[in-house]
């Protein structure tokens, strides 16, 4: 079973907050860098957040 697997596993029930978690991270990243590597921090997030299968829309629009 590979790691990705074994994260799968332990985030089954909780994937609103693995995807809170994913965006809490990018944003702090954000702000550390000013904005610096958005693009690439968003690409990351939406990267993440599709392999652990949580890429559901949200509820709220992303903002500029």
């Known amino acids: 079973m590979s790691m990705l697997d074994k994260l799968k596993g332990m985030l089954k029930g909780h994937e609103d907050v ?7 991270a990018g944003d702090a990243f954000d702000a550390r860098t000013g904005n610096k590597y958005q693009s690439q921090v968003d690409t990351a997030q939406q990267k993440i957040n599709e392999q652990l299968g949580t890429d559901k829309p949200q509820d709220t629009p ?3």
Do not use: E, F, T
């Open 18 to 24: 693995a995807r809170q978690g994913v965006d809490k």
């Open 62 to 64: 992303p903002q500029p």
